[in-house]
C-alpha cells in the first residue's frame, strides 16, 4: 500500500501575530507565540466549511497529478466539522467531485491523530480487496469553534484541508501501524455543546486550574493535560512502532509528527531523544491545522527535498480523544 | 541524584537561554524564557529521566533551581 499523491488546500484569509497583539493589547504575545511557533494562521471564510475546503484540495490533487475521479473508488473523510450532522459529508463530496457512485464514502470524527488512522483505514481497505484507490481527505475549521477572547488557542490552530490518494503503487509505501486510544481523557479537548449530549447551548463560563476560562459553548483545551498526554505515550508510541515495522531508530531518517505547537514538539523531541535535524517542526504559516499538519509537512517537504527517494519516515499524530497513532512511510 | 546533571537537564529544556544562566540559586520562575509551558516541559522532562512524577502546584512552590532538584530528589 502506497501514498500516491498529497495536495493541500489553505483558505486565502490570514490571522497574522500583528494582528492577534492588536486584539490582545494586554499580551505578551511575542513570548507566546516565539513559543507555539505560529507566524500565521488560515481562516475559513464565514460561509465555508470544511467539506468546501476538502473539495478543493481533491480537486487540486486531482490537477496536479491528472488523477481521473472516475478512478476513485472510495472517500474517506476526518473532520470535527461536518457540514450536517446527517449526511455524512463523504457522501457529498462523493458527488460533488464526480466520484462513480460505485465507490464507498464514510466520515470519521477523529482530529490530530486523524490522518494516521485514515492511512490505517485505506490500507485495511485495500488489502482486503474492498478498494483499490482510496481517496483520503482531511479537513478542520477549529477556528470557528473559537471564543473570540481565547487568544490561546487562537494562536495555535489554523484552518486548512488535505487530500491524499492511497493506492496499490505510489512514492510512499505504508507501513505497519500502532494505534490507541485513551478515553478517560475525553473532556481535556472538548467542545461540549451543539450535539446530542447537551443540545442546547449552555452560556457556562468556569476557570481551570491553569487558570483558563473553560467555556462549555467553544473548544476547550486543557493544555496541561493534552502536554502529559503527549509526552506520556508519544515516547512508548515510537518503540512500538519502531517493532511493528521491524526497524531499528538508526534507520529512521525523518520524523514528522503532528504539528501540535513548537514547544510541545520541541519538548517531544528532547525527551525521545531524536537529534534536530531529523525532526520536523514547521507551524509558521499554517498553525496547527489539526487533521491536516502531517500531510502537509509530508508535501512541504517533499516539495523542498528534505524528504526523499529512500528514506524511512515515521509519521505518528496525538491529540482529541484523547487518541494517538503512528506508522513508517518508506519513501 | 547529581545536581550537576540535574542543572543540565533543567537547562535543556530551554531553546533561547544559556545553560551557564542556571545555577542552583537561579530563581527560574524570573527567566525570561520561562512560561507555563516550561512548567509542562520540567514535568517531563522529570518523569522521562527520573521517572518520577511533579505536578505544576509542586513547580509553582519552588523558588530556585536548587529546590526543584530537592523536590525531585525527595519524590
Known sequence: MFIKAISYYLPSQT????ELIKQFPEWSVEKVVKKVGVNERHIAA???TAGDMAFKAAQKLFAEYNISPETIDFVLFCTQSP???LPSSACILQHK???PTSAGAFDYDLGCSGCVYGMAVAKGLITAGIAKN??????ETYTKYLHPQDKGNRSIFGDGAAACL???????????FVLGTNGSGYDNLILKTGAARQKNLTGIESTDENGNIRRDDYLYMNGGEIFNFTVDVVPNLLVNVLEKNNITKDRIDYYLFHQANKYMLSTIRKICNIPQEKFYINLEKTGNTVSSTILIGLRDCIDSKIITSGMNVLIAGFGVGLSYGGTVLKM | MDLEKFLADFADIFDETDASEIKADTQFHYLDEWSSMSGMAVIAIVKSIYGKEITGEDIKKCDTVNDLFELVKNK
Request: charged share 20%; glycine share 14%; hydrophobic share 45%.
Open chain 1, 15 to 18: 490571522l497574522t501575530n500583528e
Open chain 1, 46 to 48: 464565514a460561509d465555508e
Open chain 1, 83 to 85: 457540514d450536517y450532522f
Open chain 1, 97 to 99: 467531485l464526480g466520484i
Open chain 1, 134 to 139: 482510496v481517496l483520503l481527505l482531511t479537513a
Open chain 1, 166 to 176: 492511497i493506492s496499490t503503487e505510489g512514492f510512499a509505501e505504508i507501513g505497519g
